[in-house]
């Protein structure tokens, strides 16, 4: 199944120090579409090329649709539903999103472009990471300078593998 993201954040923070979240977002501004420029390889998003996630405000929750390609960029399509919350005292950084009930994932925003450009999402386990941007393309500075920062943040950058977003 296409993105049972983060689904699998179970799993304890071990040695890490606190993972710091951004000190607050604009959930209307962050509403939209976002393209997936790198992130972690995880079990639920095996094979997949052109990820994208959009995130829209209903009354209550935020719906997430993850979309991506299977095993090519002419690939079926798959998509997956969910619903985020906001973590109450998190000044809107800390959601829990939920694909399948009742289990609940962390997403973490830990870095965040001024004009709402980019994020980076990420768990405070380490083993989840995302980087996001509004359009499919992210300019090499600015990748490196999120990337940068994210290290700084105990992620382990190695493991970051840039998505294929050359689609149709």
């Known amino acids: 199944v296409l993105l049972m993201t ?16 951004v000190p607050s977002v604009d959930v209307n501004r962050y509403m939209g579409k976002w393209y997936e420029i790198a992130s ?5 998003q095996k094979g997949c090329n052109c990820t994208t996630a959009e995130y829209e405000l209903k009354d209550d929750y935020v719906k997430v649709t ?3 390609r299977k095993d090519s960029i002419n690939g079926k ?8 919350t ?4 998190s000044n809107n950084s800390k959601l829990k ?3 399948f009930w009742p289990f609940k994932g962390d997403y973490w925003i830990i870095d965040l472009a001024d004009d709402y450009s980019y994020v980076a999402v990420g768990h405070k386990s380490r083993k989840y990471l995302w980087i996001l941007c509004r359009t499919p393309k992210m300019d ?11 290290e700084k943040k105990a ?4 493991k970051l593998k840039k998505t294929i977003q050359v689609c149709p």
Do not use: H, M, W
């Open 140 to 150: 090499d500075k600015t990748y490196t300078q999120i990337v940068e920062r994210i």
């Open 86 to 89: 906001v973590v109450e005292g």
């Open 155 to 158: 992620f382990d950058i190695t």
């Open 97 to 99: 999103v939920s694909f």
């Open 40 to 44: 972690f390889p995880n079990s639920f």
């Open 66 to 68: 993850n979309t991506c």
């Open 6 to 21: 983060l689904l699998s954040f179970f799993g304890c923070a071990d040695s890490y120090p606190p993972l710091e979240t």
């Open 77 to 84: 399509v798959e998509q997956a539903v969910g619903k985020a």
